[in-house]
């Protein structure tokens, strides 16, 4: 039987505004064991008082009722015992003055908190983390570039072995088919011999590193710490291709009608004639406990037709990687053998349309440029031109040394402008027409050739390049968000992607430079070792490193409804043939997505689940009388939003004494079946505070948020079905610097709850 | 607007940039310069299209802009210029290039600018002269050569004024024969460069001789005299003395030398009207005129040098041989005149005749070198204060196609 022990924190305001002793009788009538308070909690003496507890009187449940749960304490981490922090200073004290006097409102605010974690704290039980036993401390390398290169050789040094798998017969890729790079150090005016050979040699001398060139990843399945990888010669089709699940439109016939089951798995097998079903084990494959996805990008080459006012198809007008192809192998030369000693360099083909750059165009791309016309002043000193039109020329960082030692040059010629025409001038040369220019009006320059910045197309946009055996299917999901970049949310964390265990690095990820990528690969390298421990030592991979819970299933009941496994953000569940999920502890990131997806509610953590926030909301206290006091119930993910809530908490703004806030890892844990807890306790409205999404997505967990915003869609028509106003539940998307906004959105809430009454069923 | 066919010429940056310009390529077209340029106007405001022209090598929008002209390095964009391109600096090196651009025979040039080149044409002077003398001795005058016996020293007796003015007046014919053509391509670039308006047959107004020194160069010499452009320059202002000094010097040695050479060498020596003008003795006003105009000289010189060295020493603007070849060899003028007439008042015969030499040689060089060296500024610049004056009216319709007769008055 665990005993509670509830500790009140009564500095920093909270002792004046609230009535101690009321809370402390509360919580002893709530079952705390021991309730003591403290105007210096988190001091040593508090901590000690704490502690004596834990450790005198057998406290293994502990409640810090004091600031926010997101300051993080460690001294209060007692082995064994677990610690519950509620708000009583941000979301009480902080938010809600005193208002003449009278402090009813916040009292009961807090009262309700006390309740909600006593409710808590009762259901709670410590998790056990799912360790692996002596995972592969070996990672795969898809890809033998700069980046793959450089994430293999910091591997070697921090003692881990490492494979790289190469498509081409030679490691390098681009960088070791260049004739000059741009520095990868100072100075940073004057272009260097390709690192990539040295890079090579490295590689080949080092006994950690394992090379396999020509060579291709088949598939990838099961989970970090034990990848089992299937590798093929490459281009070749091998049995262990993964198999592709139906596309959505493909699970419909020609007259728009879903299939049946049967008819479905057909279609699929059809599909995949030849290959292994995915959960199917390859004997053969090499075990890998994470993978470095380098695979790079491809130079985008516009179709014959396009870019027709450029001339493009005109053997003088190239793209920026067929320049780097003449330029390596000698003097800069046109298709005709003749001199090119005027180039113009076109950056941007949307002519007048000032924000329309080639596709893929990025920083990589004008500082490309700026090296290109840099070779053609190296290889003509004397007459060279260079011209470079421009509507954005991006150098970022230290390359705008680079750009100006550039512009230092006699032959080079920069300017803003819009390239309106590209055409044979009848002397053998083109003749460009620049538009809008810094030189004052409109230009014509006569030039033997054109070079147009295309774009870096990210190997990942149109092949899964990796190849999971995996339920959702081998490639990464919704890339299409990143243009096809293999990347989840670069802001937060770099080298995520949608599967733990797999580390982007390098052009798939963004367009970027060698030295950015030989960075990258570093940075993907320690990402790979940190799952390699992770999943050792049974925790989560960012964002919840601290967490040692995984989801627990309860299959009696599972129905195979196939919702968990469709929507896990991470592509963790598995299935079996009659569709009950695997889960895969660790693919996942505890999100609790499948716990919110659940119909029904068999999907679980031991401190997060449907049965204990459920208590939560019914132990919120709700007047079945007084008008003047409707409760509401705000989820708020404790990504952003909550974070949110605290900066304004402690930027004195405050909002409604009236909705209880309870904070979920994502509002895609949200399970409709506490909506309708709360509807029937008679709570008159329900507030999902989450991250934005769509195209510019802040969801930590990907799609959590947005699965959130479909599942209210439902709510509102079950809401309208019973007669209850579809107003009352509500979603709102806030990011963390809408401080200076989130408590407005709560008061307009609560103001349009209050002006449709109470709830109808209040009281039955 | 039109489109322009542009076609960079790669020399004319190269010239510039070499030259002292070297910061062109820096700029970024903010504008800061032509904000805080003292001497900049609403209606064409500079350096910053010079600025962008330059590093475009487009050397014919150069050459037509007057503008160039009426900058006088005062350094205030180069001190304000966020990318350190040192517009200042550049507009001296587009003006040192424009004169040798209107500039014929071009070696005269390239040897005016540099030191050695200099140093050459004084040794070449110096032979020159003694070549001159010696023939007029050993045929003429019959004097001992190079140093006549007689005393006191009389530099006649080395060399009379005729030969000097055989050696002088040819140079001169030839000086302004360069100055001429210089001036009047000059005058043709800026009339297209400024837009002025063509005649039906497709040519620029051009001021009768009477309006254009009554109406715009006596105008222009007024306000070059006054210096009030010059006074304006923020960082540079303290330079405005010590070049007024040396515009003064020139004016009183150029009359002086003027009334000499009428006096003595053509009523006296050619014509024989009159006796002996010089030596003139220490009283005479022309002799104390002369005195004063050579200290003005040595000390103009000397301010000038100060000022530069101190505005280079901060950065202000950059000094380029052609500036220091400039100083020098006035400097070398003026100390040789003041030094052959003191070693002549003290019978030093070995010092007076030598400097004398030197005095005829540097003051040789400094007038061949007029069209071809930093010089040039003195004809250049008078010629834009001129046309500014010009373009105005012709702009204004005052002026040009005969309607500055109506109007002219009004100067």
Redesign the interface.
Known sequence: MAKVGLYIYTGDGIGEALDIAALTNLAQKEGAAIVKTHDDLYSPAGIQMVKDDVEKEGVDRVVIAGASPRYEYKDFDFPGVYIEKTSLRELVVWSHPSDNGNNEHVQELAEDYIRMSMAKIKKVAMPVPEKMEAPSQKVLIVGGGIAGMSAALELAEAGFESTIVEKENELGSFAAKIRKQTPIGPDYTTLIDPIAPGLIAKINANSKITVKTGTELARIANVPGNYRASFKSAGVKSEWDAPIPLTPEEKFDANGKELSAEDQKKKYNAKNEGRQDYMQVDSNAEIFGAVVLASGWKPFVPAEGEYAHLAWGNPNVVTNHQFEDIAKKGKIVRADGKEAKSVAFVMSPGAKKDDFDFPYASAVTSISALKHAKYVREDYP??G?SYIFYQHMRTPGKYEYFY?SL???????LTKGAVTEVKDNGQGGLSV?VEDT?????????VDMVVLATGMIPTTKEEAVINFAYRQGPAFRDLELFQGYCDSNFICFPYETRRTGVYAAGGVRRAMTIEDEMEDGTGAALKAIQVLKAVEVGHAVHPRTWDYDWPDFYFQRCTQCKRCTEECPFGALDDDEKGTPKPNPARCRRCGTCMGACPERIIGFKDYNIDIVGSMIKNIEVPDDDEEKLRMVVFVCENDAYPALDIAASQGKSWSPLPRIIPVRCLGSVNVSWIKDAMSSGMDGVLLLGCKYGDDYQCHFAKGSELAGKRMDNVAESLKSLGVEKERVKLEQVSIDDYDKVSQIINDFVEEVVGMGPNPFKGF | MQTQSIQPDLSFIRNVMQSGGDTVKRCYQCATCSVVCPLSTDESPFPRKEMLWTQWGLAGKVAGDVDVWLCHQCGDCTTYCPRDARPGDVLSAIRLNAIRYYAEPKFLADMFSSPMGVIGAVFLGIILVLAVAGVWAALVSHHAFPFPEETPIEFHNFMSVIPIDVLFLSTVVFVLYVLYNGVKNFWMDISAGANLPKSYSGTYPVPPIGTLVTGYIIPAVQEIIAHSRFKKCGQTADRATGHLYLVLSFIILFIVTNFVFIAEDLFHAALHIIGPVTPMPQWHPVKLAANIGGIMLIVGVFMIKGVRDRLTEKGTLKSSDQDWILIWLIFAVGATGLGSEIFRLTQVKQLAYPVYILHLACVWVLFLSLPFSKFGHLVYRSTAYVFEKWAADVKSGKAGFGLEKSVGSEH
Do not use: A, P, R, Y
């Open positions: 004397q007459d031109k100006k512009q230092n040059d006699e032959g080079m010629f027409k810094l030189i004052g009006g409109d230009m014509t320059v006569d």
